[in-house]
Structures are given as structure tokens and as C-alpha cells.
């Protein structure tokens, strides 16, 4: 079964991404930052263990952005909040093992993607905590159909997201990896 990597990433325009760092740094820094960390991020995981997808929004100019890799499958990221467009990536992707990750974390290595595909031979669902409450790595082994309640009352951006999540497939073999670290504010670039 083929292996799938979703990278969320959103078109770099000042204003449109990375908001909260942008009134820290300035919003082109924040979307400067952006963009030459999500082609860093890309470069660092190509590896032919797994197929990377590209999750991009907004859905028209993302499927034609010329910022990153042409050869990467594209698919729009849709409407809704990030639970309803996590949810349709994770859906959509072909049948087997599919990890789903944002492009706002330095720290991640092929290791750490490694060993959410591996973990994902024992559980059906697998999750990296990030230190402020979320998840810098959701995924599932997609070999059936996922929890309808999947992401279902996630108070997304806050303290409870994991804690949420996994209320919402608490029915589901649920494997935690270590921590990383995802970006929102300049103090996170410096932890």
C-alpha cells in the first residue's frame, strides 16, 4: 500500500499566513519565513518511502503556485474550519497509510515521518503532541473508513485540540509520538 505524506501549506502572501507571527515580525517577515520554511520542510522530507501531497490553500492559486515543487501532486484544501479541511485530505488520499503535518515546524526530520508510518503498523490513528496543546502530526492508516467523529467539537488553536481530538476517536488505537514544536509567534522561533 502506498504510503502518503499531506503537507498542509498556504500560498506566503503578507497578511494571509502565519498571522500571529506576523504581528510579532512584521506580515512579510511572517510570510517570508513561511515561504522559505515550507521549501526547506519539502526538500528535508522527500523520500521514496512515501508519495508527499501538497495541501494547498487558497484552493485556485495554490493549484497553480509556481512557489513550490511542480512535480507534487496538489490537492485544494477546501472550506471549513481546520478539522473539516484535515478530514477531507485524510479521506481522500489513496487507500493505505496517510501522515498529515503543517509546514510551520523546523524541528521535523524523514526519522520523525518514519516513525509515524511504523507506528501506524500497531494503531489505527497516530498523533504528534505539540508543548502548546495541539499537533504537529496526525495520522491514520486508512485501510477502512475513518470515525465519522473524527475532529468532531476540536476547540482548534487552543490548549484542548489534542485533548479534543482524541475524545473525538476515543473508540480508535491511538499511537502518541514525541513532541516537536510548531511556529505561531516570534518566541517560538528561538524556544
Known amino acids: 500500500m502506498q504510503r502518503t505524506l499531506v503537507i498542509m501549506v498556504k500560498e506566503p502572501r503578507p ?32 523520500d521514496p518511502r512515501w508519495q508527499i501531497v501538497l495541501a494547498v490553500s487558497p484552493d485556485r492559486e495554490g493549484l ?9 501532486p496538489r490537492a485544494a484544501q477546501g472550506r471549513g474550519n481546520l478539522g473539516d479541511r484535515m478530514a477531507r485530505m485524510l479521506k481522500g488520499m489513496p487507500k493505505g497509510p496517510v501522515c498529515l503535518i503543517g509546514a510551520d515546524i523546523p524541528g521535523i526530520s524523514r526519522g520523525h515521518i518514519t516513525r509515524a508510518f511504523k507506528a ?3 494503531a489505527q490513528m497516530v498523533f504528534g503532541p505539540a508543548p502548546d496543546g495541539g499537533y504537529w502530526l496526525v495520522g491514520a492508516q486508512r485501510f477502512g473508513a475513518l ?13 484542548h485540540a489534542l485533548a ?3 475524545a473525538s476517536v476515543s473508540d480508535t488505537r491511538v499511537g502518541l509520538l514525541g513532541q516537536l514544536r510548531d511556529v505561531d509567534t516570534v518566541a517560538d522561533l528561538n524556544p
Open 64 to 72: 497553480t503556485s509556481s512557489i513550490w515543487p511542480a512535480d507534487l
Open 147 to 159: 470515525s465519522p467523529s473524527l475532529f468532531r467539537d476540536v476547540r482548534w488553536s487552543t490548549e
Open 120 to 122: 501506524l503498523g500497531s
Open 15 to 46: 497578511g494571509r499566513v502565519k498571522t500571529r507571527l506576523g504581528r510579532d515580525i512584521g506580515m512579510v517577515g511572517a510570510a517570508w519565513w513561511f515561504r522559505h520554511q515550507t521549501r526547506s520542510l519539502i526538500r528535508r522530507l522527500r
Open 164 to 166: 479534543d481530538t482524541l
